[in-house]
Structure formats: structure tokens, C-alpha cells
């Protein structure tokens, strides 16, 4: 199964009331691959989250690159599917390009999930956009 895009996503959330809109962030959640527990260290750490948040980058034999994240709160980690579902198998160029808190607004996070929910959102991007930086230097 194939995951779906941001587009879509939003396309199912919109037509969905709030409770309804949990469940489908907890499900995208578990649908992301399984981190390893091994990659879960302090380097790949999210600083600034209120729970506890890792994202690991790799890169493919093509140059894009591929996110592993997790999280020890559901709805945290289904946030961070929506993040990782606007910059998964992109280029480090491509993500570099990628305005990621303008094409997660129409979710309206904030105001539909309490502040510590969402506290850590801009880390997460600002982890993403330097990974796809330092990735871009090195081509």
C-alpha cells in the first residue's frame, strides 16, 4: 500500500469532525515505517517537542532522501507523518524548495490541537530543511 499524498490527505480531513480528525492522524502514525529502536538516540532527537520525537534521514542511490521518524505520542507521530508526507523520497533540492508550514496550513494544526500538540512542529521542519541542506552541499 502505497502512502497517500498531502493533497489527499487533506481531501479526507477536511470532511472530517474533530474526533474524527485524531483518529486519522493516530492512523497515519502507525502507517509510518517502524523506526528501529537503535536509531532512537540523542542525535536524532527533536529538540523543543513535548514529546519525545526522533527523525532519522537516509539518502537513496537515487540522491532523494527518506525519513524513518517516531514518537511516544500518537498524535505527535501522526503529525509527523503529515510533515514527512510533503518531503519523503523529494531531492535535498526539492525539499529545500518545499515551503513545509505553508503546505501543512490547511490542516490548521494549531488551533484544531492544544499548543503542546503542536509546540514542535517548527523544530521538526527546521530538523528536515537542515538534513536536506547539508545533503544538498554534498552533491
Known amino acids: 500500500m502505497t502512502a497517500p ?11 472530517l469532525d474533530a474526533d474524527e480528525r485524531y483518529r486519522l492522524l493516530i492512523e497515519l502514525g502507525r502507517a509510518l515505517e517502524p523506526m528501529p529502536d537503535a536509531l532512537k538516540t540523542d542525535a536524532t532527537l527533536v529538540r523543543g517537542c513535548s514529546a519525545s520525537v526522533w527523525v532519522y534521514p537516509t539518502r537513496t542511490d537515487q540522491g532523494r532522501l527518506q525519513f524513518l521518524a517516531d514518537s511516544n505520542a500518537a498524535i505527535t507521530k501522526g503529525i509527523i507523518a503529515l510533515v514527512l508526507l510533503s518531503v519523503q523520497d523529494r531531492t535535498p533540492e526539492e525539499i529545500g524548495a518545499t515551503d513545509i508550514a505553508a503546505a501543512l496550513a490547511p490542516f490548521d494544526l494549531r488551533n484544531q490541537l492544544s499548543s503542546n500538540r503542536t509546540q ?20
Do not use: D, K, V
Open 5 to 15: 499524498t498531502l493533497a489527499e490527505t487533506l481531501e479526507e480531513y477536511e470532511f
Open 120 to 139: 514542535g512542529i517548527p523544530n521538526m521542519i527546521a530538523l528536515i530543511r537542515a538534513t536536506a541542506a547539508r545533503y544538498a552541499g554534498e552533491a
